[in-house]
């Protein structure tokens, strides 16, 4: 089998858009950040009322791009063993054995993280940034590729527990969900009366479309899309001003600024240039950075959110040329 150009990888992850859509409506925002994740090696956290499809779009990324997945339903009960892995005793050899956890996969869904204490959503910490995990002193590599799909419900939902800064800063970028319209509600429908079922993917026509080796080569050619000193400077600007911002208590770190570059440059090579420009930055800053900064509690009761201060900072930094 010969090895995929940069072209095929390209064509073949705009199939995979087109393959995840047989099954749900009307979020192709979302779906674009999880081919960008993909692309730089980054986790997505899906944000949504409960019934937007956000386990649904998971399990249609997993079935169009023939990985390995595992579930993780994340319940108050949890414990952090149950998502790595444990040492477990063999009568027969008088020894202990690892039997590794879900993580050990290529994409982990880590259902309604937000219902797990924060005990539980750390276990993930090491797994996400290092690729590893770490029982008994011994560091057990994860597959590759990795990535964690983590969803969650509005942190207002009862029975929630918010997620640290620090776990949140793992993630490569954090999707809203949202209600669909009246007309994708209308379709939803629709292809339900015809007999369509979330729980065969199958059945509704899902193929593998893009292979692991797709991916490789779309990733080589990403690192290659080049980006010049203004719009490096561009990108810098926007997260210092978030550190300046009188709405916020938390501006977006340097880790912030690494990852805006890494997502344009992916936007930027799926849309088909070897180059980024500052409407490659701004197109990516809000899913990027939402999840990176802290509102002042001030702030937050007179209905300020993150999304408007970004926004906010985007009208009023010039735009280099």
């Given at each position: 089998?010969?090895?995929?150009?940069?072209?095929?990888?390209?064509?073949?992850?705009?199939?995979?858009?087109?393959?995840?859509?047989?099954?749900?409506?009307?979020?192709?925002?979302?779906?674009?950040?999880?081919?960008?994740?993909?692309?730089?090696?980054?986790?997505?956290?899906?944000?949504?009322?409960?019934?937007?499809?956000?386990?649904?779009?998971?399990?249609?990324?997993?079935?169009?791009?023939?990985?390995?997945?595992?579930?993780?339903?994340?319940?108050?009960?949890?414990?952090?063993?149950?998502?790595?892995?444990?040492?477990?005793?063999?009568?027969?050899?008088?020894?202990?054995?690892?039997?590794?956890?879900?993580?050990?996969?290529?994409?982990?869904?880590?259902?309604?993280?937000?219902?797990?204490?924060?005990?539980?959503?750390?276990?993930?910490?090491?797994?996400?940034e290092e690729r590893q995990v770490t029982v008994d002193g011994t560091a057990r590599p994860l597959p590759e590729p990795f990535l964690v799909a983590a969803t969650q419900n509005p942190v207002e939902y009862e029975g929630t527990y918010p997620l640290p800064e620090a776990q949140l800063d793992r993630f490569l970028l954090k999707l809203t969900v949202p209600l669909p319209d009246r007309q994708d509600e209308i379709d939803i429908l629709t292809r339900h009366a015809a007999g369509f079922s979330p729980r065969d993917l199958n059945a509704a026509g899902l193929r593998p479309v893009a292979s692991v080796a797709d991916l490789d080569a779309a990733r080589a050619a990403v690192a290659k899309t080049s980006v010049s000193p203004e719009v490096t400077g561009y990108i810098v600007d926007i997260c210092r001003a978030t550190r300046e911002s009188p709405s916020l208590s938390l501006g977006v770190s340097p880790r912030g600024a690494t990852a805006l570059l890494s997502t344009s440059r992916a936007w930027a090579w799926l849309t088909g240039r070897d180059y980024v420009t500052p409407d490659d930055v701004k197109a990516l800053a809000l899913p990027t950075l939402r999840h990176r900064i802290q509102l002042r509690p001030e702030a937050e009761m007179e209905g300020v959110t993150a999304d408007s201060v970004i926004n906010a900072v985007l009208a009023h930094l010039p735009v280099p040329r």
């Open positions: 089998m010969s090895t995929p150009t940069a072209d095929s990888a390209r064509t073949s992850l705009e199939a995979l858009r087109t393959e995840i859509a047989k099954a749900v409506v009307g979020q192709d925002p979302a779906v674009t950040g999880l081919v960008v994740a993909l692309l730089c090696r980054g986790h997505v956290l899906l944000e949504g009322a409960p019934g937007v499809a956000k386990t649904l779009l998971v399990r249609a990324l997993s079935t169009s791009l023939e990985l390995d997945t595992k579930r993780v339903q994340f319940t108050p009960d949890l414990m952090p063993s149950d998502v790595t892995g444990s040492l477990v005793y063999d009568a027969r050899s008088a020894e202990f054995s690892f039997q590794p956890g879900p993580v050990f996969t290529n994409l982990l869904l880590a259902d309604e993280i937000n219902r797990t204490p924060p005990k539980t959503q750390a276990s993930l910490l090491e797994a996400m």
